[in-house]
């Protein structure tokens, strides 16, 4: 079965970075791109962007550029979501995100909360 | 662009019938039949419940329908029961990008 399974929760200094993966199993990994999305504490979802798992060529959304970084290791079946130069606002949740057809996010990861706190 | 408007809160008693909207513009909901919706109970991932306008998953009971008018989409569930209390949120393709809209918690009274 497809399963989307995200790293656990992190706590990070404000000015460091933070290293997210979400490991997919159960389907071809190349076949659907991956998404990111995020939820800030009592918030709603925020599309941050997605990543072509073929080339490796990444989208970001408006607001997700410049500290944020998609990545893959398709030899592990894995996407990677790094964030730079942390702050308080980046506290959230984290989720990956397949697509499965057109904006169709079918399969989602569980989650990664990222704390941002001196 | 910003977020697709949804209302804040709809509710209704078990066995009725509630629809949330989900506004958008002629670039995303109004030019794409590919708006999404997800259920998300708390602490736990959203879930995929309509996709493609009026397309449901398998798994996804028939109380769920959705459907497009213009700019706006929505949801409609019906014969609402009390596992359905929880926040939904739409979806819309707007061309390489996507947008969430801002959510509508439902309340089973």
């Known amino acids: 079965q497809v399963q989307l399974v995200q790293s656990g929760s992190e706590l990070k200094k404000p000015g460091a970075s933070v290293k997210v993966s979400c490991k997919a199993s159960?389907?071809?990994?190349?076949?659907?791109?991956m998404n990111w999305v995020r939820q800030a504490p009592g918030q709603g979802l925020e599309w941050m962007g997605w990543?072509?798992?073929?080339?490796?060529?990444?989208t970001y959304a408006q607001g997700f550029t410049g500290r944020f970084v998609f990545s893959l290791d398709t030899s592990v079946n894995t996407a990677y979501l790094q964030i730079n130069s942390l702050n308080a606002e980046d506290t959230a949740v984290y989720y990956c995100?397949?697509?499965?057809?057109?904006?169709?996010?079918?399969?989602w990861g569980q989650g990664t909360l990222v704390t941002v706190s001196s | 662009q910003s977020a697709l408007t949804q209302p804040r809160s709809v509710s209704g008693s078990p066995g009725q019938s509630v629809t949330i909207s989900c506004t958008g513009t002629?670039?995303?909901?109004?030019?794409?039949?590919?708006v999404s919706w997800y259920q998300q109970h708390p602490g736990k991932a959203p879930k995929l419940m309509i996709y493609?306008?009026?397309k449901r998953p398998s798994g996804v009971p028939d109380r769920f329908s959705g459907s497009k008018s213009g700019n706006t989409a929505s949801l409609a569930i019906s014969g609402l029961q009390a596992e359905d209390e929880a926040d939904y949120y739409c979806?819309?393709?707007?061309?390489?990008?996507?947008?969430f809209g801002t959510g509508t918690k439902v309340t089973v009274l």
């Open positions: 493609d306008v009026s």
């Open positions: 979806c819309s393709y707007a061309g390489i990008y996507s947008f």
């Open positions: 995100a397949r697509d499965g057809v057109v904006a169709t996010y079918d399969y």
């Open positions: 159960g389907y071809s990994f190349t076949s659907y791109t």
């Open positions: 990543i072509n798992t073929n080339t490796g060529n990444p």
């Open positions: 002629s670039s995303d909901v109004g030019g794409y039949n590919y």
